[in-house]
């Protein structure tokens, strides 16, 4: 399901700043913004309580005037700058109208592109006893079509869906604490002294929200006046299921002279169809720390499914725990964890992007997203798709591929290539696109070896038609170089140092794409959190 118009004022993205009804990937000193009238800006007092800047999402996110650009539209914007002026309007409300959010947006999921990872019909398999047939998973197999049907380069197409959830559900949380300072506002009772507390449930006016009961919701300042705690927890009723439930959000941002760093965590019952828990009852468990100075901005945002209701995921240190796993532990992830990380410069959006995600807690790779943003007019980048480390290590970086990952006779020996597409926001569609016709380095076979010379008599569904009678030598051969069909196009590592080792990683550092690195936070957490 992509973006509605109402999902949009609660979207939180990084991706170009664009003006409205024009396009550009920033500049020197350049800015977004969301059109329309003008939102007032929260004070300096509230900017000083609130990370009124902090966005996550995908890079190649656009938006236009009501739905996701995918259309004729001319007129769009970033996601950015439509959310950042959602929540500033939130936090400069004058009514309690106005101190509103979306918990439904607490329960959004991922979705996947089409052209990314389907599943592929195949008849005798060279690395399989022939003769043999069936059908490839899904999400093993990389970029596997150039764009979507829209023209959309795939690498961001893949991005932004495999990025809803995310976007949505840190959306929610930053919405639901501007709606407590917004509260707060209209009641007069804003800022608290410092060492106090405000508690909104007892306010003449109290915190409200369509479908919510609230059981916690107080805002605390330290005594130092520069911390500022939010602890929020709610029972929110789905009006389409009459399902409730338990939702509960803390954030703990602390002024500096240069900007400010925090951190968010979230904690939301939910369900998951088809995963690796006894039961499709979930919590999902989400973090973001963050570290703002000037217009640089470092993050990193963590996602897991965790088995069972009323599971905490999050360690002692207020981040969630890709450690903490199914089945070792009864109530650990079972189901799809997912790590952003991003340093960049706000007045431009360019800088350093990495997405990875891993479907369950005894895969050996994580897929990873390796992404440079450049501030041009129009934007261009640069995006890499490969395998990586487990989720449990912290490494950013793309150590291969895997062209093969769940075939017959499978040896999970990772390749030492990756695929790449450069990319290019077309300022007609809105749509981030391959920059030219060698954009993109991404053709492969479904084989351990990457490879198929023709000799046998194997077929597989290169055209995704569902029939493998049209197949031909034209269509499945691939090797390098060409012969009776296709290139083997995967871009190969190189060893830039010189040490006589060549890895991926340099190789997209070379490029000018280096891993981002997280930000740490260290004030104390007082959420729910594991054993």
């Not at 979705?111 to 043999?132: F, I, K, L, Q, W």
């Not at 995310?166 to 007069?188: E, I, L, P, R, W």
């Amino acid at each position: 399901m992509r973006r509605t118009e109402k999902a949009l004022l609660f979207l939180l993205s990084i991706t170009c700043a664009l003006a409205l009804g024009s396009c550009s990937g920033g500049g020197d000193g350049g800015s977004s913004s969301g059109g329309g009238e003008e939102t007032p800006a929260p004070t300096a007092e509230v900017s000083d309580a609130f990370p009124t800047t902090l966005a996550v999402s995908s890079p190649f996110e656009l938006v236009s005037s009501g739905a996701s650009v995918k259309s004729s539209a001319k007129a769009f914007t970033s996601g950015y700058s439509s959310i950042t002026s959602e929540i500033s309007a939130i936090l400069s409300g004058t009514s309690i109208a106005s101190c509103t959010f979306d918990p439904q947006s607490f329960l959004a999921k991922p979705s996947r592109a089409e052209c990314y990872g389907p599943t592929m019909d195949y008849e005798d398999h060279p690395d399989g006893t022939t003769p043999n047939n069936g059908q490839l998973p899904s999400g093993d197999m990389g970029i596997w079509k150039e764009t979507e049907s829209t023209g959309e380069a795939c690498a961001a197409a893949e991005l932004n869906s495999q990025m809803e959830g995310v976007s949505f559900q840190t959306t929610a949380a930053m919405t639901s604490v501007a709606a407590m300072v917004c509260t707060a506002n209209v009641n007069g009772s804003w800022p608290p002294a410092a060492g106090a507390s405000i508690d909104l449930t007892t306010l003449a006016t109290p915190i409200s929200a369509v479908n919510v009961v609230f059981n916690t919701a107080t805002i605390t300042l330290d005594s130092t006046g520069t911390v500022w705690v939010y602890d929020l927890d709610f029972v929110y009723t789905d009006p389409s299921t009459s399902t409730p439930h338990d939702i509960s959000v803390q954030l703990s941002h602390e002024d500096t002279s240069t900007g400010g760093r925090g951190r968010f965590t979230y904690v939301a019952d939910d369900t998951f169809t088809g995963g690796n828990c006894s039961s499709s009852d979930v919590t999902l468990n989400g973090s973001l720390v963050y570290d703002t100075s000037g217009t640089d901005v470092d993050l990193q945002s963590r996602l897991g499914y965790f088995c069972g209701h009323g599971s905490a995921g999050v360690g002692s240190d207020g981040l969630v725990d890709p450690s903490y796993k199914y089945p070792t532990y009864a109530t650990g992830w079972g189901n799809n964890f997912s790590i952003f990380t991003a340093n960049f410069d706000s007045s431009t959006l360019a800088g350093q992007y990495s997405y990875r995600w891993q479907a369950g807690p005894n895969d050996s790779n994580s897929r990873v997203f390796n992404i440079g943003v450049n501030a041009t007019t129009p934007l261009t980048g640069e995006a890499w798709f490969g395998f990586g480390e487990p989720v449990t290590v912290s490494n950013e970086c793309i150590d291969g591929f895997y062209c093969s990952w769940a075939g017959p006779g499978f040896t999970h020996t990772m390749s030492n290539y990756a695929q790449r597409q450069h990319v290019t926001l077309n300022a007609t569609t809105g749509l981030v696109e391959p920059t030219n016709s060698a954009a993109s380095d991404i053709t492969y076979a479904p084989t351990n070896a990457c490879t198929y010379d023709g000799t046998g008599s194997f077929k597989y569904d290169r055209d995704l038609d569902t029939d493998l009678t049209d197949e031909t030598a034209a269509t499945n051969v691939v090797t390098d170089p060409a012969t009776t069909g296709l290139l083997f196009d995967l871009y190969a590592a190189q060893d830039v140092d010189g040490d006589g080792n060549a890895t991926m990683c340099e190789t997209i550092a070379d490029r000018g794409i280096s891993a981002p690195t997280a930000p740490a936070y260290t004030n104390a957490y007082t959420g729910p959190a594991h054993p």
